[in-house]
T-cell receptor
Framework: AQSVAQPEDQVNVAEGNPLTVKCTYS??????LFWYVQYPNRGLQFLLK??????LVKGSYGFEAEFNKSQTSFHLKKPSALVSDSALYFC?????????????FGKGTKLSVIP | ETGVTQTPRHLVMGMTNKKSLKCEQH?????MYWYKQSAKKPLELMFV???????ENNSVPSRFSPECPNSSHLFLHLHTLQPEDSALYLC???????????????FGPGTRLTVL
């Protein structure tokens, strides 16, 4: 069965510094990986996804994520954090070989950007 | 906005009430989903509809009853709920649903449900 782990419940970073939100996954075949962001009292907003091809994926709001097959990771990154980036971030995986259309979500990482 | 709307945004109900949550998508998608988001837990997929046909029901109690009258609308009918059902209920839609695992789901803002 597919699974995804976000090892940090919370990440604090100073405004202007680079940020990283970690995600590791486990699948039986080739993975499709997603990042979503959730602002307070809002639904999830799609940021980016990895399908195939380049390991570095660029998404919305200046975010990018690096797919690393050997480490089974898909960490979310941004070169310079903004206070407005403070939110809850979810990593999700869909396993192509399993034939499952379901997205499996991580528990989420709360990002706090400190002015 | 994502093109997926949900009403009401907040709902408080007693355990004996009957209420319904509504979701509408304006994206021309073919699949719609209900998720439950509880504190400290991963999102739980409840139901999936593809082309108005229910294709997934993840062992959800019968006190939750979905309805999909057309590809743009999705309802979740609630009756005799328990306090542990209090959560944020999220609706999502996607273009291809079951036919492609590359599909991206787009979420509504959610309905915050409190069961007293």
């Amino acid at each position: 069965a597919q699974s995804v782990a976000q090892p940090e419940d919370q990440v604090n970073v100073a405004e202007g510094n680079p940020l990283t939100v970690k995600c590791t996954y486990s699948v039986s075949g080739n993975p499709y990986l997603f990042w979503y962001v959730q602002y307070p009292n809002r639904g999830l907003q799609f940021l980016l996804k990895y399908i195939t091809g380049d390991n570095l994926v660029k998404g919305s709001y200046g975010f990018e994520a690096e797919f690393n097959k050997s480490q089974t990771s898909f960490h979310l990154k941004k070169p310079s954090a903004l206070v407005s980036d403070s939110a809850l971030y979810f990593c999700a995986v869909r396993d192509l070989w399993a034939g499952s259309y379901q997205l499996t979500f991580g528990k989420g990482t709360k990002l706090s950007v400190i002015p | 906005e994502t093109g997926v709307t949900q009403t009401p945004r907040h709902l408080v109900m007693g355990m004996t009430n009957k209420k319904s949550l509504k979701c509408e998508q304006h994206l021309g998608h073919n699949a719609m989903y209900w998720y439950k988001q509880s504190a400290k837990k991963p999102l739980e997929l409840m139901f999936v509809y593809s082309l108005e046909e229910r294709v997934e029901n993840n062992s959800v109690p019968s006190r939750f009853s979905p309805e999909c009258p057309n590809s743009s609308h999705l309802f979740l009918h609630l009756h005799t709920l328990q306090p542990e059902d209090s959560a944020l209920y999220l609706c999502a839609s996607s273009q291809e649903g079951l036919t492609s695992t590359r599909d991206t789901q787009y979420f509504g803002p959610g309905t915050r449900l409190t069961v007293l």
